[in-house]
């Protein structure tokens, strides 16, 4: 194992780009790389790009947007790229040079342009190409590592370039949903360099992170592919919190010690051929200098060596069983059910176990999802259990982009003569189109719950967040497209606001950086006047039964942060156990209503 990860560091070309889903590790494992590469005395510069990034708690060192020295690691400086701040510094940019040029409502209209989902997208992404193709902006550095977003985001941006550069060439109007393009022009030939960089087996290794599990793994294996594709074909596989059993007769540990082993065994043709780093299991979280250290180097730092026992907080006055919670949703006998977290923290499979109970007490039940990763196929496979009344589905962003760009030329475009109408189809080209189209059909899903409920496992939290606060920009885009906000559109924020329609559970694992992004994550939405219904924390192995000294340590390590949720965060939780058995199929899922936690002493 530590061989491995050290044959990564010997082996580091100057670029390092760490990817994969949601939860699998890739800030622990991006930041002990490069805290290894400092120690060997070279100049490191660690970045995030992530919008959800928890580089600061797994360093623990507050970041900005400037190169900060981090503490214990001589030589590492690190950085994040918070998307909003680049969004309001790509505004001024774009609207700097016109002040006291135009008229202010003229101003005022182009700022209102650049205010939407596509500018943050765009903004983050110049921030990020000007580390890695900007000239001078890392000058100093022996290496520069990217710990980056989940899967899906990563790849939108790395396409980024092409998409924008037709745009940009076929666009004779010289505006889009960002507004003046001439901005974008001019970063053309930075945008090339930077794919070009990514592409090149000198400067660049692309590093996928997983971990032992099935779904993680394919998308990884689809990240590898979509990366090739994209001429990035240096890649090389990390498999993160692999488990071996100890010598015990712990049912759990057998079960994830086999279930890894299968699922390596089974690796996708994708990352068969890649060579392949196996981290394992720790009985500690990798968090500060010194833990990252020992993640590579193997065995706990200092401060957490020494025996470790089991100690389990006492359920405070809000907590109650998965089961109770599906009780007070089938009462209202129809309404959306939305699960909200950090991605890796096990929505969809919850998501998934609440729809097959509702269905299965006869209620009309309809499963989707808006997270482009659609895991939610995935975990129930064709298994409906014989389920009648239970339908699953998702929001495809290619169909429903098509199908919106299909309705607004038939209706907007229907009138105007040949050259305007090139205007419009020149305008629906733009990434914009997509974030509207989708959000349209996340309103119409949201709308068909009066009659029926609707179980939505959302996409990672910062998408999700986009997509609630989109209605301001949603109507301004269609406007500018000539088409008129469809009715359930307008009724959405009321629907999401209404605890007697909609009950929104936040998902955690009982762990630092999911706990404290699920605390975030309940700000915006109170924020937005959506209350949480209630917080599940999922995974726990404090309310299981075990006896593997690893299992038993991390079980230890939980109680602080279930302690954390019942008492500081959520009025009402919902603790689900760890369970052997695998969680797929509606039989699979079903398992979750009647996992109950496991009193210890």
């Not at 100057?14 to 805290?35: D, N, P, Y």
């Not at 065994?265 to 968090?287: F, H, K, Q, T, Y």
């Not at 429903?400 to 299909?406: F, G, L, M, R």
């Not at 609707?454 to 939290?461: G, I, K, M, Q």
Request: charged fraction near 20%; include cysteine; aromatic fraction near 4%.
């Amino acid at each position: 194992m530590v061989a491995a990860l050290e044959g990564l560091v010997r082996a580091a070309p100057r670029f390092l780009f760490f990817t994969g889903k949601g939860g699998v590790g890739k800030t622990s494992t991006a930041s002990a790389v490069a805290i290894a590469l400092a120690d060997r005395g070279r100049r490191v510069l660690l970045v995030s790009t992530d919008p959800a990034s928890n580089l600061d708690e797994v360093l623990g060192l507050a970041l900005g947007p400037a190169p900060r020295q981090v503490p214990g690691a001589p030589g590492l400086d690190a950085l994040n790229i918070d998307p909003l701040a680049a969004a309001a510094a790509y505004r001024e940019r774009v609207v700097g040079p016109y002040r006291g040029a135009l008229p202010a409502s003229v101003l005022a209209g182009i700022e209102e342009q650049l205010s939407g989902a596509c500018t943050v997208e765009i903004a983050a992404f110049d921030e990020f190409t000007a580390l890695l193709a900007g000239p001078g902006a890392t000058e100093g550095y022996d290496h520069v590592v990217f710990d980056t977003a989940p899967t899906g985001h990563t790849l939108r941006l790395l396409s980024l370039p092409r998409a924008w550069d037709e745009f940009i060439s076929t666009n004779t109007v010289g505006t889009s949903c960002l507004g003046p393009l001439s901005g974008l022009a001019n970063q053309r030939d930075r945008y090339r360099c930077a794919l070009a960089t990514l592409a090149d087996r000198a400067q660049t290794v692309l590093v996928l992170v997983s971990r032992p599990d099935v779904l993680a793994l394919g998308e990884a294996a689809r990240a590898a592919r979509e990366l090739k594709a994209l001429g990035i074909a240096n890649q090389r596989l990390v498999v993160n919190g692999v488990f071996q059993a100890g010598a015990t007769a712990d049912p759990l540990a057998v079960s994830l010690a086999a279930r890894a082993s299968e699922a390596l065994a089974a690796l996708p043709a994708e990352l068969a051929g890649l060579v392949r780093d196996e981290v394992p299991l720790l009985a500690w979280s990798p968090v500060g200098v010194d833990g990252l250290r020992s993640l590579l180097f193997g065995g706990p730092p200092e401060q957490l060596a020494g025996p470790v026992g089991l100690m389990v907080a006492a359920p405070g006055a809000g907590t109650v069983s998965l089961a109770e919670l599906v009780d007070q949703v089938a009462e209202r006998g129809r309404g959306l059910v939305l699960t909200m977290g950090k991605g890796g923290v096990g929505k969809t499979t919850l998501a998934a176990g609440i729809a097959v109970e509702l269905a299965r007490r006869g209620h009309p039940v309809e499963l989707t999802t808006t997270d482009p990763a659609a895991h939610v196929a995935a975990v129930m496979g064709a298994d409906a259990g014989g389920l009648s009344t239970l339908r699953v589905s998702r929001i495809d962003p290619e169909q429903v982009t098509a199908a919106y760009t299909a309705e607004v030329l038939a209706e907007a475009g229907a009138g105007m003569d040949a050259p305007a109408r090139a205007v419009l189809e020149e305008d629906l080209r733009s990434p914009c189109t997509v974030e509207i189209a989708v959000f349209r059909a996340f309103a119409r899903t949201v709308a068909s719950a009066t009659d029926r409920f609707v179980v939505l496992d959302t996409a990672p939290t910062g998408h999700t967040l986009l997509l609630l606060d989109a209605t301001r920009a949603y109507h301004r885009e269609v406007g500018r497209q000539g088409g008129a906000a469809p009715p359930e559109v307008e009724t959405l924020l009321d629907r999401l606001t209404d605890p007697a329609f909609t009950s929104v559970f936040i998902v955690t694992l009982p762990e630092a950086t999911p706990v404290h992004e699920a605390a975030s994550l309940q700000e915006d939405l109170r924020r937005a006047c959506i209350e949480p219904t209630a917080w599940i924390v999922n995974q726990s192995l404090a309310a299981t039964a075990v006896s593997d000294p690893v299992l038993v340590a991390r079980a230890s390590a939980e109680v602080r942060y279930i302690d954390e949720v019942a008492t500081r965060h959520a009025s009402r939780v919902a603790i689900v156990p760890l369970l052997a058995e695998a969680l797929t199929g509606a039989a699979g899922v079903a398992l979750l209503l009647g996992a109950r936690a496991v009193a210890q002493t």
